[in-house]
């Protein structure tokens, strides 16, 4: 593992517990967008995986974004979702079973216009990957 994954996988278990001692009251906003846990499932090893995603609401459905920080490679939550789209976000203290989907074009050019006009941080992502970072909704079930 890279010093930069484990650092960051350090950050991301550390936010996740400050997040949830809180209920979210702490860790809940970055840059004044709003943070939620997301739960998938690995898949290779099949045990729970936590990630705090930023998120924007569309409806009744949440939308994040698998930046990765503007790696070349997705996320690990992405992948994990891809492989079983079942999942559960925490939002304060309220939890919530979702299904995921891959933002189709259309969604994806309005959705992605509005995460970078509340987080610049993503046009920079954008600019350092030749990958298509994936918007992705997650809706209740």
Same mark, same amino acid.
């Given at each position: 593992m890279?010093?930069?994954? !484990?650092?960051m996988? =350090?950050?991301?278990? /550390?936010h996740?517990a400050?997040?949830?001692a809180?209920?979210g009251r702490?860790?809940?906003t $970055? !840059?004044?967008v709003?943070?939620l /846990?997301? @739960? ?7 045990k729970?995986?936590?990630? +705090?995603l930023?998120?924007l609401?569309d409806g009744?459905?949440i939308i994040?974004?698998? @930046?990765?920080?503007g790696?070349d490679s !997705?996320?690990?939550w992405?992948?994990? /979702?891809r492989?079983? +789209?079942?999942?559960e976000i925490? $939002?304060?203290?309220q939890?919530?079973a979702?299904?995921a989907r891959?933002?189709s074009?259309?969604?994806r050019?309005r959705?992605? !216009?509005e995460?970078?006009s509340?987080y610049?941080?993503y046009?920079?992502y954008?600019a350092? =990957?030749?990958?298509e970072? +994936?918007?992705v909704? /997650? @809706?209740?079930?």
């Amino acid at each position: 593992m890279t010093r930069r994954r !484990a650092f960051m996988k =350090t950050m991301s278990a /550390l936010h996740t517990a400050v997040y949830r001692a809180g209920g979210g009251r702490i860790g809940g906003t $970055i !840059a004044g967008v709003p943070v939620l /846990l997301l @739960s998938t499932t690995g898949r290779k090893s099949g045990k729970r995986r936590v990630t +705090p995603l930023l998120f924007l609401r569309d409806g009744g459905d949440i939308i994040v974004v698998g @930046s990765n920080g503007g790696s070349d490679s !997705a996320p690990a939550w992405w992948l994990n /979702l891809r492989s079983n +789209p079942a999942a559960e976000i925490e $939002i304060g203290r309220q939890r919530t079973a979702v299904t995921a989907r891959k933002a189709s074009a259309e969604e994806r050019d309005r959705l992605w !216009a509005e995460f970078t006009s509340r987080y610049a941080g993503y046009a920079k992502y954008e600019a350092r =990957t030749e990958r298509e970072i +994936p918007v992705v909704i /997650l @809706s209740p079930t």
